[in-house]
């Protein structure tokens, strides 16, 4: 058996919307949609520290394993778990996620602020639209965007 010497810590909080960011995520049953989510992400090996959201969207902080690209691992999870939603009849239409994302790195000494902010998204939410806190996200990591491309919205 062949040993694996890759050593890694790579911590990302991952944002992504529903489409149109629409406020299609229910009470009733968001802590069995972020459940599942969760086993998608530890059946890839990856180690899943915190997952909250708001009805429109949606906060994963992951130790990423170097064996899959995150776009990769947020593709899945959007489809696996968009099928899963549809599957239960949860809404009464097709549930799709946005097809873009948030991809946000941070260090060891950060995670507990990180897991922090995750767990008490609805009171950042009474504060500042979701909009309003991905921009921010944006600004604070000096990422270039447009923004005609910040999550689309029904018009």
Do not use: C
Not at 89 to 103: K, L, T
Not at 118 to 143: A, G, P, T
């Amino acid at each position: 058996m062949a040993e694996n010497n890759t050593y890694t810590q790579i911590h990302i909080q991952l944002v992504f919307a529903v489409k149109f960011r629409q406020a299609l995520i229910q009470n009733e049953w968001k802590d069995d949609l972020f459940k599942y989510i969760s086993g998608i992400i530890q059946n890839r090996k990856h180690k899943l520290l915190s997952i909250n959201g708001m009805p429109d969207h949606i906060h994963i902080l992951i130790g990423l394993r170097p064996n899959q690209s995150v776009s990769d691992l947020v593709q899945e999870v959007k489809s696996i778990s968009s099928k899963w939603i549809n599957e239960n009849n949860f809404i009464p239409f097709r549930f799709e996620w946005q097809d873009s994302f948030g991809a946000f790195s941070y260090g060891k000494s950060q995670i507990n602020d990180v897991i922090r902010y995750i767990e008490n998204q609805e009171k950042h939410h009474h504060k500042k639209s979701f909009r309003e806190e991905y921009v921010d996200f944006l600004e604070k990591f000096e990422i270039d965007y447009n923004e005609k491309y910040v999550f689309k919205e029904l018009i």
